[in-house]
């Protein structure tokens, strides 16, 4: 997979620090299981953790807290070594990231997908958070009406390809943008488009098409 | 002028010697994680659990949590030490980032009524940093050395992201500035962080 398009640092920094809405973690998640390079900044990112975890005040714990851990400790099985993930197929682009896969539990073809508008279809994950988490399915041709962000939105592009104002977008890379990036994603080949975006507040559509089309794409 | 002032010169390798002796203890609990993947000696157990017990507990009350639940998840993050410690891996974490990665999963699976979903990424053979043992232990030293030197309001967003949990609007909210401000904060403290990670190695 030919990736281009990455994580801001501040996202893996959330990410690591744990405070990423359940959507956008999944998000994360799934490219990095695609993405060699984002394992490694979040090795940096998660490694800001451990020396912060170092650099607090330890706090005194219940005086039979050894003597309770070490009773269970006959109890616990030791985990087994996970199996080896599964070799990837660069050639098969249907394959989910296995993140994605865990939480849909079936082929992107089989879910209920619902249609939004014209060209537009789209499965809401029903995650919690103060956003959304959608997969949506775009047709060729079709653009998503003109848009900026209130929060942050992040999508990953697991079929097909868009391009914007910020450049081109193929399976596997990530959209990171905010508040600042005001944009109209268009597919640009004969072949849909599907991607999972998760936000982590409502989209502002500007225009009066934009208008009309939020209660129906409802993002 | 730091070279005419012989105190602040007192101050400055005071603060050098603090910095190598934690460089020293962190690269030993991290042989000593790594080691009782190998033996399960409980008494070495006991140790990693006097050490990081309190940290974690200190970690779980900032993110919020009551007295109650943090040293409830305190005893199931040191549980679990025990259970995965063969799948700890001194080359690519220390022993505080691998502890600190298993509490925070599960202050979320805590956080969530859903079950956090914790996802096994593929393992990179081939990787082109690939560091000895404990070499990670010397990195996150310097890294803590470094957040030392971050301006304040850098510290404070990376603060109120990992100690608190908050997410960018959350902080941008509280401190009533814009959430693009609270990214370039977070961006410009990790390159600063990661100057002294590749700089001196």
Known sequence: MNISHHFDD???????SGSLPQGMALLVASHLHWCPECRVRTEETDTI?????DALAPVALADDALEQLLARLDAVEV???PAPAPVQNSDNDDELPAPLAAVLGQPIDALPWRRVGYGVQ??????????ATRLLRIQPGISVPHHTHRGNEL?????????????RFQRGDVADVDTEVQHQPIVDTDQECICLIATDAPLKFSGLIGRLAQPFIGL | ????????????????????????ERENWTRALATLAETRDRKLFAELFAHFGPRVKAYIIRLGMPMATAEEITQEAMLSVWRKAHLFNAAKASASTWIFTLT???CI???RRERHMEYELPDDKADPQERHDGEQAVLEQRMRKAIDTLPDAQAQVLFLSYYEGKSHSEIAEQLGIPLGSVKSRLRLAFGKLKQHWEGES
């Open chain 2, 1 to 24: 002028m730091l070279e005419d002032d012989p105190e602040g010169k007192k101050v400055n390798a005071a603060t050098d010697l603090a910095h190598e002796r934690q460089a020293r």
């Open chain 2, 104 to 106: 925070r999963n599960l």
């Open chain 1, 122 to 131: 789209q499965v809401d994950l029903g995650l919690e958070g103060p956003g």
């Open chain 1, 79 to 81: 985990e087994p070594a």
């Open chain 1, 49 to 53: 953790g451990g020396a912060l975890l």
């Open chain 1, 155 to 167: 999508t990953l592009i697991l079929r097909g390809s868009y391009t914007d104002e910020v450049g």
């Open chain 1, 10 to 16: 501040a996202t893996l920094i959330s990410y690591s």
């Open chain 2, 109 to 111: 699976d805590r956080m």
